[in-house]
């Protein structure tokens, strides 16, 4: 495995990258980092070039003071790394990012993976989730802890279970990393209001994908989640969509080895594999 930096313009950004063949980029949700990607790191790195990094303000990157492009470090990061077409793969917000990059600069993009991912300019339905809610008024007022806590029980708990119910080793792992996040204040300060959004945005654009793309969600994640991947399934030309039972927004940490069986096979069925 190799490891480093990549200097985005206003802040260095760090990667890992490991083994040989067609290149896989991993793009992580935005409540942890790249460590999310653990339970996959070693099996796709024995049969393809993969590659993980951490968005900036998160656990060894640059911290942020202000909205960032986040297509913008992710083509800074293949170009210094002489990658592309790759096969991108997102949860949540690195779903978003994968989806977005692809759409504007597709001979970067051989596949998608988009888990637990809503498209840019998708409107959602109903009110937000009232963890979501409540974990904005405890930024406001510094609560980090509540703020963490409301966080495991929307994205690791999800809909209709508690917390107690999900592996607790996983629930620890994510715990450490949106610690970190939250400490540095990078979801307030980049990703409410991104700098230089897709325009048109994916959810307009779904139909111009002219990449073969898996569509992952937790059967447990939130409703409007799983709507959203019903959308990228249909308006995507190319498209296969799973829905794994008995998880929530981050599926390939808590159901690892068939999380993993569904991408491998994606990628087998089309020779992304050594």
Partial sequence: ???????????????????????????????????????????????????????????????????????????????????????????????????????????????LILVSAVPSGFAMAGAPPSELLQMIDALGRGDLGLAEDLQMQLWMAGQGRTLEQVDAEAVRRARAMARVALANGTWQQADISPLDPLDPPAAARLGQLARPALVIAGALDHPEVLRAAGVLADGIPVAQQVVMGGCAHVPNMEQPELFSRHIFSFLQQHDFLL
Avoid: K, N, T
């Fill in 1 to 111: 495995m190799s490891q480093g930096y990549v200097d985005c313009g206003g802040g260095r950004m760090y990667y890992e990258v490991a083994g040989e063949g067609a290149p896989v980029v991993l793009c992580h949700a935005g409540f942890v980092d790249s460590r999310m990607w653990d339970d996959q790191w070693a099996a796709l790195a024995q049969r393809c070039r993969v590659i993980r990094f951490d968005m900036r303000g998160f656990v060894r990157s640059a911290a942020l003071d202000g909205p960032v492009c986040r297509r913008a470090d992710l083509y800074a990061l293949l170009e210094q790394l002489g990658v592309g077409p790759a096969v991108l793969v997102g949860c949540s917000l690195g779903g978003e990012l994968a989806l977005d990059a692809a759409l504007e600069r597709p001979e970067l993009a051989s596949a």
